[in-house]
């Protein structure tokens, strides 16, 4: 339950006090009280308004004790809300961005943003996340308590980025959950390969990004990457903890629900018409994770076509489309009409878009080949 509604207390309380530090000290004493209450009186109805509404008295107490803002406790109690309600996070949505497009601002230092996202919006503790990164933990401290400053002494709001602003912010909010996996994923330090942990928060910060900004696509491009890579985890190693290349990994061992729903996000995110690096890298995922090799072999004669030229692409595609199991492959026949269309054969390649269609791709898609032929 801390885990859970930790990120919206710390960013509800924040926001109304200025001050991160303030607010997560507060959010902790909550905590703490309801570890104390809760077992006596009983869970509340709503927990996450319960210690939302604790810990924002406990930070109002501690800002009139200190006086540190003059005119911030009667601000903060002008813009009092209402509890959150329980469950889903349609009631705090802004306050949870605005949280960890903080942590993210691009006035900090790109190596603090990592870390104060694991522990403002994750609830880590800073020991944590000292052992996650091989610090010591005063290092891993200092490190904190120097990027709060400076969001408290550069006056970095705890707001949403304006409307023109989001694409840019946004792109390095996604960059620190691609960080915080990628060093779980492939750790840079210690012994192990792999630090399941941190794959596990990545994941869980994309999902939560997913379900608060649902209609921008590299957010579920991103999360459906990381899906279809951890899907692989427990085949990437020996038992003597050596890693074991794709090739070689025994495929029965990989999770094939989080690859069922990386690739749905995959198709998901790329209708939207609005590619970008992390759908792209997903949809590669999601073809390493498909059948094995003719499938491979079939993407790579798309790159060769880039590299060589749609001759020598459509030489691959020819030899791998002879492969029963690609026969139903749409996208084999679609990427044969293309290349077809390239060197000029019209009626080939109209062909090859009929076959493609009268396999039922997704609606959107057989619109598109309708459109690609009537544009010849």
């Known amino acids: 339950m801390f885990r859970a509604h930790w990120w919206a207390a710390v960013a509800a309380v924040a926001r109304q006090v200025g001050d991160l530090e303030v607010a997560e000290d507060a959010v902790q004493e909550a905590c703490a009280a309801a570890l104390a209450q809760w077992p006596a009186d009983g869970v509340p109805e709503s927990p996450r308004g319960w210690l939302i509404a604790a810990a924002r008295h406990k930070a109002l107490d501690r800002v009139r004790r200190e006086r540190r803002r003059a005119g911030k406790e009667a601000e903060a109690v002008r813009e009092e809300a209402p509890p959150h309600p329980a469950g889903g996070w349609a009631a705090g949505t802004d306050d949870e961005l605005a949280l960890i497009f903080t942590c993210c601002h691009p006035a900090l230092d790109p190596a603090a943003r990592v870390g ?34 400076k969001i408290r002494q ?162 691959i595609l020819d030899t791998v489309g002879a492969d029963p199991r690609l026969a139903r492959w749409p996208q084999l026949h679609i990427a044969r009409a ?25 609606a959107p898609e057989r619109a598109y080949l309708a459109r690609r032929m009537r544009e010849w």
């Not at 919006?121 to 990027?147: D, H």
């Not at 009626?347 to 269609?357: G, N």
């Open 338 to 362: 293309e290349l077809l269309r390239r060197l000029g054969r019209r009626a080939d390649a109209i062909a090859a878009y009929q076959t493609a269609i009268a396999l039922e791709p997704p």
């Open 116 to 149: 104060l996202t694991l522990r403002a919006v994750c609830g880590l503790t800073t020991a944590e996340i000292a052992a996650a990164f091989l610090v010591p933990e005063p290092t891993m401290a200092q490190r904190l308590v120097r990027a709060k400053r």
């Open 154 to 315: 550069a006056g970095i709001a705890f707001s949403l980025p304006a409307p023109a602003d989001l694409p840019g912010r946004l792109s390095a909010v996604l960059r620190v959950v691609y960080l915080v996996f990628t060093e779980g994923h492939l750790a840079t330090r210690g012994a192990a390969l792999i630090r399941g942990e941190l794959c596990d928060q990545a994941i869980r910060l994309a999902r939560a990004l997913n379900a608060l900004l649902p209609g921008e696509p590299e957010v579920t491009g991103l999360l459906a990457l990381l899906l279809l890579t951890d899907a692989r985890r427990d085949a990437r190693l020996t038992l003597d903890g050596e890693p074991v290349l794709l090739a070689d990994q025994d495929r029965g061992r990989w999770d094939r629900a989080m690859i069922r729903e990386g690739e749905a996000l995959v198709e998901q995110a790329l209708r939207r018409n609005r590619p970008g690096p992390y759908q792209i890298q997903a949809a590669i995922a999601a073809c390493h994770s498909g059948v094995a090799t003719p499938m491979v072999a079939a993407n790579r004669a798309v790159a060769v076509a880039m590299s060589e030229g749609p001759a020598a692409g459509l030489v």
